[in-house]
DNA sequence: ACCATAGTATGGTCTGACCACATTTCCCCA
DNA sequence: TGGGGAAATGTGGTCAGACCATACTATGGT
């Protein structure tokens, strides 16, 4: 009773993945190439068409995939990169489910902000993208067009941090948070505090004044969301509070 | 188990995953329920099994559902919470990829870690979690044994600020850079400075100084990954170095 | 009461077919 | 010769049905 082997427990699909990931890092494939057609490659790797489209729905899940349906060069499926959308999947369904609470978004919001922020400071942001986004959303009617702007704003100084990951994750997060983002505004009903905001941070930027920038931003997000962050400030040392209900399941 | 909807329009599987997500928000469906069975469905959205399969496929890679095979109250599917596995699959492929550099992903630890070990010193952490990761990592012989409970040290710290998005986040991104750790370790050879930056935040935390545990988690990580980080300090502000090198390929 | 066996429901896989779509090719006609 | 429409082609999208491995459940004999 020697040489058992364990059963194979990979899925059939979990193969096709990680054959295309050893492609992709062995022969260098990188963005905008293109895979070979499912029927091709469930022929070269001895599965099933069922198996290779299961692997594509989970590559195109993860925002490395895409694909074209029709004929000609461009048709097929190509390799992509969206991290962005794939992250705002994740957390829009993890909020639905209530795994994720609107504080932790927020929180999470809040640091990657004042993260970019501060890099903007010190790096040099494009201050034109930010001049005229503030211009916009001067002469904006509604919240969901306010929100827009305000949006275009945020992301300027997340791309100014010159980080793809962190600029994904910002855009995510927003993402998730446009709708508490609209009713935020219209309960505030005045833009004026917000625009205010805005300046200050667009002045603290320009400044390069990292830590002027980031209690700014600090002190917008409380302004639109008020008590939902937790996040301690340097200043105050006593917050503890809403530390019980820590014993979710997060897996 | 009525209200579902026959399907058509855009892609079957995703009018699938739409009233899946539908029967979340509208049923309250939590982590821990369970799906009706492929064929059900299948049958009860008027769609194919393959359909159903491709929709699961991407559930599964999002974190929220998780399949067992056999027969009995643990088969089938179930709504599940592991937002922490699927961010580990999009950044480990988008690494692969080249559209993610080494830099970036370290200063997103980075700055995952700086607002972690913040809250920590503020909120209050499980010292007894970080003690006991020191003394293991005391013992230990190979680059990767210390690395694993430089994990559990560091991944303690992450839950003590109670916020499982960005607790989720921090795992991915450590399981990212998990051989670069190793790597690193190897390079220094001697771990004694690790340890003295550990016991410096390990201090720093028990004292409740979020500055102070800030900064030693700085130092620690520009000890671990010289070079790399081109976060800015709130102290040095002339810091433009490393600004060129964004297309550095890390394969 | 126990245990071996048959039954059954589950996801996993495969085959082969057809559809919708978009480009490419070809051929007829002006 | 040129143009334009029809046909061919190759792509992903969808479906139906079958079979397998698995793991619980029910049955029945001891």
């Given amino acids: 009773m020697s040489g058992w082997q364990p059963v194979r427990r990979t899925r059939a699909f979990e193969d096709v993945i990680a054959q295309i990931e050893r492609r992709i890092a062995d022969d260098g494939l990188r963005v905008g190439d293109r895979l070979p057609g499912e029927r091709q490659l469930a022929e070269q790797l001895r599965v099933s068409r069922s198996s290779v489209r299961e692997a594509m729905r989970v590559l195109e899940t993860l925002g490395v995939v895409s694909s074209q349906v029709g004929r000609g060069p461009d048709a097929g499926a190509f390799l992509i990169s969206r991290p962005a959308?794939?992250?705002?999947?994740?957390?829009?369904?993890h909020l639905g489910l209530s795994n994720l609470s609107l504080e932790e978004v927020v929180d999470a919001r809040l640091m990657i902000e004042k993260w970019s922020v501060s890099h903007a400071a010190v790096h040099g942001a494009d201050l034109s993208a930010l001049?005229?986004?503030?211009?916009?959303?001067?002469?904006?009617?509604?919240?969901?067009?306010?929100v827009e702007y305000d949006t275009a704003f945020h992301v300027a100084i997340a791309e100014a941090s010159g980080n793809r990951l962190t600029t994904a994750m910002m855009l995510s997060l927003r993402d998730s948070l446009r709708r508490y983002a609209v009713e935020a505004v219209e309960r505030?009903?005045?833009?004026?505090?917000?625009?205010?905001?805005?300046?200050?941070?667009?002045r603290a930027i320009a400044a390069g004044d990292a830590a002027e920038a980031s209690a700014a931003v600090e002190d917008h997000l409380r302004r639109?969301?008020?008590?939902?962050?937790?996040?301690?400030?340097?200043?105050?040392?006593?917050?503890?509070?809403?530390?019980?209900?820590?014993?979710?399941?997060?897996?």
């Fill in 85 to 93: 959308e794939a992250l705002s999947d994740l957390l829009r369904l």
């Fill in 131 to 146: 001049t005229s986004a503030l211009e916009r959303m001067d002469a904006t009617a509604t919240a969901e067009e306010f």
């Fill in 188 to 202: 505030l009903g005045d833009t004026s505090g917000l625009m205010a905001d805005h300046r200050r941070i667009h």
């Fill in 224 to 251: 639109a969301y008020p008590g939902i962050s937790r996040s301690p400030r340097a200043e105050d040392h006593e917050g503890l509070e809403g530390q019980q209900g820590r014993s979710d399941r997060i897996g």
